[in-house]
Nanobody
């Protein structure tokens, strides 16, 4: 069984910063793309950022210039550094990974999410 666990969420004032972490564990043969997504109350889940195995990144427009995704392949971890946070960034943030869970079986795995609240 593969599990992703996020951490680092919390309450921050507008303009502040947070760093989210995600660690994968379990029966993992390989991981390729890792992503961060978010879901605000009453809204659909949206992609925040993607990082490939070799470090190529892609960001949603709202994240460009403020958020940075990174990963440590050896530790099976991904990170989301968020700066200049705004109230509209308030959401549950989820990490995900495209994971080889068996000899010929790949699937996306998601964590349980971590709450980020931006408020004064």
């Amino acid at each position: 069984q593969v599990q992703l666990v996020e951490s680092g969420g919390g309450l921050v004032q507008p303009g502040g910063s947070l760093r989210l972490s995600c660690v994968a564990s379990g029966n993992i043969f390989d991981i390729t793309n890792m992503e961060w997504e978010r879901q605000a109350p009453g809204k659909e889940r949206e992609r925040v950022a993607t990082i490939t195995t070799n470090g190529q990144t892609n960001y949603a427009d709202f994240a460009k210039g403020r958020f940075t995704i990174d990963r440590n392949n050896a530790k099976k971890e991904s990170y989301l550094e968020m700066k200049d946070l705004r109230p509209e960034d308030t959401a549950v943030y989820y990490c995900s990974a495209f994971t080889k869970v068996a000899a010929s079986s790949w699937r996306w795995v998601w964590g349980q999410g971590t709450q980020v609240t931006v408020s004064s």
